[in-house]
T-cell receptor, first 113, second 114 residues
Framework: DAGVIQSPRHEVTEMGQEVTLRCKPI?????LFWYRQTMMRGLELLIY????????DSGMPEDRFSAKMPNASFSTLKIQPSEPRDSAVYFC???????????FGAGTRLSVL | AQTVTQSQPEMSVQEAETVTLSCTYD???????LFWYKQPPSRQMILVIR??????QNATENRFSVNFQKAAKSFSLKISDSQLGDTAMYFC???????????FGTGTRLTIIP
């Protein structure tokens, strides 16, 4: 298996622009997680899905953030409008069960100017 | 609240030496799982080792082993015969049974010196 695939690897955008981050989980994994990593706050869970259904989005910082999982092989995290404080590395991870090993993608480094 | 503490922000050792990274956690739950993740400069988060809290035997994966002390809520990682490729940030994490949220520590930056 190719592992969790995230795109793009890097994203540079200007404040106010819409940003869409993409994730393809490992086939057969029922859980998908979105994390954000910053120097100040470390790794934070933003939202996770089970069988394509959002279960807990309490970590989503603001209404500017939204996530979808239209099918078992694709998820997006959207920021609209983006702000400089959104600059971070965003990770997607997937697992087979709720307490299973989470496997991470390579992350997307987002820079909002 | 569940927390993870990694008290060593940075460590460095000579190649081939053994190094131990410390981790303590706090939870009122009895059933949980503990993990060590490695994040090399490439940024990829890589699962190193996993320990189930109900197991008394310490987990091992090749050169990596843990010292799990449930009563003390301690979960240290030992790397034997360290290699240059072990240079990375190491994160301790745990998840409580019935709760899908993985709680991470702040990480320890490990440098292996040639």
């Amino acid at each position: 298996d190719a592992g969790v695939i995230q795109s793009p690897r890097h994203e540079v955008t200007e404040m106010g622009q819409e940003v869409t981050l993409r994730c393809k989980p490992i086939s057969g994994h029922d859980y998908l997680f979105w994390y954000r990593q910053t120097m100040m706050r470390g790794l934070e869970l933003l939202i996770y899905f089970n069988n394509n259904v959002p279960i807990d989005d309490s970590g989503m910082p603001e209404d500017r953030f939204s996530a979808k999982m239209p099918n078992a092989s694709f998820s997006t995290l959207k920021i609209q409008p983006s702000e400089p404080r959104d600059s971070a590395v965003y990770f997607c991870a997937s697992s087979t069960t709720s307490q299973g090993n989470q496997y991470f993608g390579a992350g997307t480094r987002l820079s909002v100017l | 609240a569940q927390t993870v503490t990694q008290s060593q922000p940075e460590m460095s050792v000579q190649e081939a030496e053994t190094v131990t990274l410390s981790c303590t956690y706090d939870t009122s739950e009895n059933n949980y799982y503990l993990f060590w993740y490695k994040q090399p400069p490439s940024r990829q988060m890589i699962l190193v080792i996993r320990q189930e809290a109900y197991k008394q035997q310490n987990a091992t994966e090749n050169r990596f082993s843990v010292n799990f002390q449930k009563a003390a809520k301690s979960f240290s990682l030992k790397i034997s015969d360290s290699q240059l490729g072990d240079t990375a940030m190491y994160f301790c994490a745990f998840i409580v049974f019935g709760n899908e949220k993985l709680t991470f520590g702040t990480g320890t930056r490990l440098t292996i010196i040639p």
